[in-house]
């Protein structure tokens, strides 16, 4: 299956170019297209037996729709979004080919696929998962397989609840009036690693990340539990209850002691 021309939508950028290095280096052809550059996305969906949608996150489902009613039935669709509910809707909407789900769980800093964690949804495949699956395994990935909607769900809490932390750690940091360099002059080594998380998500890619929390379909349910768990820490600690605290940190870890 050498010969497989693979077209990446949103190839010039971000994780998609990463994903065009890593496919060209496994001896494919790979066309990538950006809103300037490359073939036009209907023409993607004719021309490649493989399509990726790689696009920011909220016009993912309407890029989707422009490329998939022109692949064929033996053809493949995939996408790396980082939410996988409605772009696998779209994609089995949109087209007739087959159908899996992708988001890696890793950056483009990544240098290789080795060792990093990759979410498979498999939504319409017979030939073309083994495929996928080889490639991935042979360079050392780790696959989990599982539905878009599990997927979404932990996604509420690996990504929503930590950028929605890392967010309001950094807005509370600029409200104090704090100065950077004496702010780092006495940092902790947790609050360094901290602080690094926090930095990239205000410098990286502010849409990603806003996206990854503004468009989950369990955001709702995450904003009640942080609200409400931090109006619960808010009254207790404001009376000063130390033991009651302790008490609650033991009681409520997810961790064994
Ligand atoms: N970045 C990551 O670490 C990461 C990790 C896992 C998953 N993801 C997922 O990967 C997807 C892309 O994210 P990213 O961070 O790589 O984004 P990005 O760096 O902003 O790159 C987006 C790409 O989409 C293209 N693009 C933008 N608007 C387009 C349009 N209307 N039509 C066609 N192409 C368009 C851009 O091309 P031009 O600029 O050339 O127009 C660029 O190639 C998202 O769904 C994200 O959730 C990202």
Redesign the pocket.
């Known amino acids: 299956m050498e010969d497989i021309e693979i077209g990446i ?10 994903f065009a290095g890593f496919f060209k280096k496994e001896g494919y052809t790979v066309l ?6 490359g073939l036009d ?1 209907p023409t993607m969906g004719k021309k490649c037996q493989v399509v990726i949608v ?4 909220g ?2 489902p ?2 989707i729709g422009r490329v998939g009613p022109h692949m064929k039935k033996e053809s493949l669709l995939m ?5 996988k509910g409605e ?1 696998v809707k779209s994609m089995l909407k949109s087209s007739v080919s087959e159908v899996i789900g992708l ?6 800093a990544a240098d290789s696929i080795a060792g990093h964690k990759i979410v498979l949804c498999p939504a319409r495949t017979r030939k073309w998962l083994d495929w996928l699956k080889e490639i991935l395994t042979k360079n050392g990935a780790d696959i989990i397989e599982t539905t878009p909607e599990r997927h979404d769900e932990l996604m509420a809490l690996v990504q929503v609840l930590n950028h929605l932390n890392s967010i309001t750690m950094g807005m509370i940091l600029r409200g104090s009036g704090v100065d950077l360099v004496e702010l780092k002059r006495f940092a902790t080594p947790m609050f360094h690693t901290k602080l690094d998380t926090i930095e990239k998500v205000f410098t990286n ?1 502010p ?2 990340y806003a ?2 929390i503004t468009l989950n379909p369990n955001i709702h349910k995450i904003l009640d539990l942080y609200g409400k768990t931090l109006s619960r820490l808010k009254s207790l600690i404001s009376k000063r209850k130390t033991e009651t605290l302790v008490k609650l940190i033991q009681e409520t870890s997810i961790w064994e002691s």
């Open positions: 939508v949103g190839g010039t950028g971000g994780i998609g170019r990463w990538v297209s950006g809103r300037k550059t996305i790689s696009v920011p996150i016009i993912t309407e890029v996408d790396l979004t980082s939410l772009p988001h890696p769980l890793f950056g483009t890619n849409r990603l996206e990854i």
